[in-house]
Nanobody, 121 residues
C-alpha cells in the first residue's frame, strides 16, 4: 500500500537547521510530485513547497523562500526538506503529501503522519 513516512523533526534553536525526510513506499516515486506542508497549533494547514517529477520546485509561500529547499532521491524513494535559518514561527507539525500526478498541485491523495518541528531557545 502507498505510504509516506516523515522523519527528522525535533527541537532546534532559532537560526538552526533541520533536514526532514519523506520516505515513500508502495508506488514509484519517479512519477509523482511531492509537497511539504505544515500545521501550527491553532492554525490551518499551510502548503510550503513542492517538487515535481522533473525536480522542479514550486514555492507556495514567501516566508520560506531563501531558507527552505526541497530535493528528491528517487533511488532512495525519499524526498527531503532542508530547513535553514529556522525561526520560532516555523514551529509546526510538518507533513509530506503525494500529488495526484507528476505536477505539483493542490490535489494530494496520500499524506504522511507528520513530524514535529519545534524552534525554541
Amino acid at each position: 500500500q502507498v505510504q509516506l513516512v516523515e522523519s527528522g523533526g525535533g527541537l532546534v534553536q532559532p537560526g538552526g537547521s533541520l533536514r526532514l525526510s519523506c520516505a515513500a513506499s508502495g508506488f514509484t516515486l519517479d512519477y509523482y510530485a511531492i509537497g511539504w506542508f505544515r500545521q501550527a497549533p491553532g492554525k490551518e494547514r499551510e502548503g510550503l513547497l513542492c517538487i515535481n517529477r522533473y525536480d522542479g520546485a514550486t514555492y507556495y509561500v514567501d516566508s520560506v523562500k531563501g531558507r527552505f529547499t526541497i530535493s528528491r532521491d528517487n533511488a532512495k524513494n525519499t524526498v527531503y526538506l532542508q530547513m535553514n535559518s529556522l525561526k520560532p514561527e516555523d514551529t509546526a507539525v510538518y507533513y509530506c503529501a503525494r500529488s495526484s500526478g507528476g505536477a505539483c498541485s493542490w490535489s494530494n491523495d496520500y499524506w504522511g503522519q507528520g513530524t514535529q518541528v519545534t524552534v525554541s531557545s
